[in-house]
Structure formats: structure tokens, C-alpha cells
């Protein structure tokens, strides 16, 4: 008994379904070439991986083509051609083992993409190592000193905020912005410091110094309640 199956009659719905679910396993139930229907497998699957809109053209061409070749078949404008059973088996084991490794190239690629995304993050939300203190004197005027660190030439901007004598929050703004609440001295260099008037802000409340690096990030880099 011969190996292959003559099919008198083919199933033009059976071709389309054999490529909706297999990219290429209509055109091999159809008898057509089975190198046409390796190209439609591999050229549906590695479209989709790396550009999505190729590999779905390739696949819906693939399902209209197993159902117009198997109509033309039927019509005899197409040759009805032996289907070797091997070579069904043979294509179908091929698509299983290219699937499985499809599957981990997406896999391993998605990990990298997710991976590039969390550690860019978190190259963006990064620690800046400056200081400043603030202290509260004993007739109630706040002292804010710039206490240096290794990265502070990274701070484009220092800001204080606080809450005036009128329960007005002020800031947050730069010492020259904020000279005409009650506010003297400078920032701008280590061992620098500003004063805020015990008679221009309001008690209890809470001074915060801000600052705003090169990076885009914004910290606050200390806070007082007094």
C-alpha cells in the first residue's frame, strides 16, 4: 500500500482553518510546495516578532491562499496533487519546534525590553548625595546652611518654602525671590546660609529646602518644624 493519499476533493474551509492555526499547513494540505508552506510559517512568525503588521499580512495571506488554491483544485484549475502523509506529519512537527523556539525568542526579548524600562527608571529616580541643615535659634529666626556634598554641582536650583507671618505659604522660590518675605543671605556655596525672620513666618509650621538637579529629579534635601 503506497504511503501517500490522493485527495479527489479538497475541503476549502479545512485548508483555510489548517492556516489560520498553522501559518503554512494549508498550503501542505493542499499539495502545493512544501518549501511555500515553510516561507509562509517562518515569514508569519518572525513578522510578527519584530513587526507585527508584516507577519499578520503573511499569516492572513497564507489563510487565503490555502482556501482560493483548494477551490481551484476543485474547479481543475488547479492541479490535484498526491499529499504524502510524511509530509503532513513532517511540517506539523516543524511548526510545533519553531513555535516552541519562537516563543522563547519573544520571551526573552519582552524580559529585555521590560528590563531596559526598570533600570532606566531607576537610573532616572536616583540618590543625590548634598546637605543642608536648618536649625531654629533661640529668638525664633531659622538659619538655613548649605552643608556641601559630592554632588552638588549637580543642583541647578535650591528653593525653601515656608509659611509666612499671614499663614501665607511662601516658596517654593529661590532666596532672591522670597528677600521680600523676610528672607537674607545666599545658597549658593558651601558654607552659605540664609535667614528667615522670626517675625516673617508663622508658628508652629515647617521649612523645606528643594532642590532640582541636572537630571530633571527633584528632592526635597531637608525640612525643619518649628
Excluded at 501542505?28 to 518572525?46: E, P
Excluded at 495571506?61 to 482556501?67: K, Q
Excluded at 529666626?141 to 499663614?167: H, M, R, Y
Amino acid at each position: 500500500m503506497s504511503e501517500s493519499v490522493v485527495q479527489n476533493k479538497k475541503e476549502p474551509i479545512l485548508a483555510a482553518i489548517g492556516s489560520f492555526i498553522i501559518p503554512g499547513a494549508g498550503q501542505v494540505y493542499n499539495g502545493d510546495s512544501f518549501i511555500k508552506g515553510l516561507l509562509i510559517l517562518l515569514g508569519t512568525t518572525i513578522g510578527a516578532l519584530f513587526l507585527v503588521i508584516p507577519g499578520l499580512i503573511v499569516w492572513l495571506y497564507g489563510i487565503y491562499d490555502a482556501y482560493s488554491v483548494s477551490k481551484k483544485i476543485n474547479s481543475g484549475k488547479a492541479p490535484n496533487k498526491e499529499v504524502p502523509g510524511i509530509n503532513v506529519i513532517l511540517f506539523i512537527v516543524i511548526a510545533i519546534v519553531w513555535m516552541f523556539v519562537w516563543l522563547i525568542i519573544f520571551t526573552i526579548l519582552l524580559a529585555a525590553v521590560i528590563a531596559a524600562f526598570v533600570f532606566g527608571s531607576g537610573t532616572a529616580i536616583q540618590t543625590h548625595d548634598v546637605g543642608f541643615s536648618v536649625e531654629g535659634l533661640a529668638d525664633g529666626t531659622v538659619i538655613i546652611t548649605n552643608e556641601g556634598g559630592p554632588d552638588l554641582n549637580k543642583l541647578n536650583t535650591i528653593q525653601i518654602s515656608f509659611v509666612d507671618a499671614n499663614g501665607v505659604t511662601r516658596g517654593p522660590d529661590t532666596v532672591d525671590d522670597l528677600k521680600e518675605y523676610g528672607v537674607t543671605g545666599s545658597l549658593d556655596s558651601v558654607g552659605s546660609s540664609c535667614r528667615i525672620d522670626k517675625n516673617s513666618r508663622l508658628s508652629p509650621s515647617q521649612v523645606s529646602v528643594i532642590g532640582t538637579f541636572d537630571d530633571g529629579t527633584t528632592r526635597v534635601l531637608a525640612t525643619f518644624d518649628y
